[in-house]
């Protein structure tokens, strides 16, 4: 007969994110992104804002996400199960779901309620915690930082756009 080992699997082989749970992340963080208006935000809406002349092009917003998500979650994956202590892992993955928390709310403010001014307050504290994330994730891993700072730099540009715009246009809850 034959007998299984009891003996747990060592902390040094276990994943600390396994892959399902990465993947449920960005799937749950999309759908939920989603609700307020489908997945590519209310065209109608954002296009008859004001906008600076520096503001991407509304099709580029959809397709930019889901390469940022895509490089955000592996970044996280590798950091996660990467050979850095927990402790240093820790506030990486925090900062990280408070970041897929205001991912997914986005929309809901932005063109659920058409708050320019709560999309553009969201959008700032998602710069800074994704640098804060950089910053925290360097000590960890490099490329994953390099992966988070792609990120960084579409939040830098989408800030500027979302303050301009927010300094442009009324907005219903804060008039």
């Known amino acids: 007969m034959i007998q299984l080992s009891q003996t747990p699997t060592p902390a040094l082989h276990r994943k600390a994110l ?4 990465a993947v449920l992340i960005v799937v749950v ?9 489908g997945y590519v935000g209310d065209f109608a809406f954002y296009n008859a804002l004001r906008k600076p002349s520096f503001a991407p092009p509304d099709w580029l917003f959809a397709p ?6 895509v490089t955000s979650i592996w970044a996280l994956y590798r950091v996660m199960n990467g050979p850095a202590p927990a402790a240093a892992r820790q506030p990486v993955l925090a900062i990280e779901l408070a970041g897929w928390v205001l991912f997914a709310g986005f929309s809901a403010f932005y063109f659920g309620l058409q708050s320019i001014v709560l999309g553009s307050a969201i959008t700032l504290v998602f710069m800074i915690l994704t640098a804060i994330s950089v910053i925290l994730t360097s000590r960890i891993d ?14 830098v540009l989408a800030s500027a756009v979302s303050v301009w715009i ?9 008039g």
Do not use: E
């Open 18 to 21: 396994p892959i399902w749970a």
């Open 29 to 37: 963080a999309n759908a939920v992104s989603a609700l307020p208006v």
């Open 64 to 69: 930019m996400w889901a390469f940022l998500n």
């Open 142 to 155: 490099k490329l994953a930082a390099g992966l988070l700072g792609l990120r960084l730099a579409w939040l």
């Open 166 to 174: 927010a300094r442009a246009n009324p907005d219903p809850i804060f």
